[in-house]
């Protein structure tokens, strides 16, 4: 599924969220609730705004259901929806920026418990300052230091993963 694609639909829909967010509130919500719906998802995306058609929302529920499906397997297969290496790095930044703000709202909108451990508190703080990374970047060194960011946040996704859907787990049984 191409970056490009699902941030034209979303822009099209007037939805007023970039691909990356609309991604990073999905892994949120998941992270929390694995059982989360995909309309539950889609209501959250288009809450102030019009809607997608059939077909994108075809497409829109097919990067819901590829994250669930992903966050659900033990392969460490999980990655951000972000746009492709060959765009700036500067865009890249952006919509890294995004996809946080956007995971933010997603475990936010999921109701973590208030009780979490030391580690889920630090993650979900980074990821907070993450939202204010500086997006004017270009060379060498700042591509290396946004290629480790990106692979902090895929392994704290699935680390915050575990964590959150066991405390739903241990609060329903």
Not at 7 to 32: F, P, R, Y
Not at 89 to 113: D, R, Y
Request: aromatic letters at 8%.
């Amino acid at each position: 599924m191409a970056y490009q694609e699902i941030n034209a639909i979303l822009k099209q829909s007037d939805a007023g969220l970039s691909a990356a967010e609309a991604h990073g509130m999905a892994t949120g919500m998941l992270c929390v609730n694995a059982q989360t719906l995909d309309d539950y998802w889609l209501g959250e995306l288009f809450q102030n705004s019009g809607s997608a058609t059939d077909d994108n929302k075809i497409l829109l529920v097919k990067l819901f259901e590829k994250t669930k499906e992903v966050l659900a397997s033990d392969e460490f297969e999980f990655d951000l929806f972000l746009p492709d290496d060959d765009n700036p790095l500067s865009e890249q930044a952006v919509a890294l920026k995004s996809w946080c703000q956007g995971f933010l709202f997603g475990v936010g909108s999921a109701h973590v418990p208030a009780r979490v451990s030391e580690d889920v508190r630090e993650i979900l703080k980074d990821i907070s300052e993450f939202t204010r990374l500086d997006t004017e970047v270009a060379g060498d060194e700042d591509e290396s230091a946004f290629i480790e960011v990106c692979e902090y946040l895929r392994s704290a996704v699935l680390l915050l993963r575990d964590e959150l859907s066991s405390n739903i787990k241990m609060r329903v049984h």
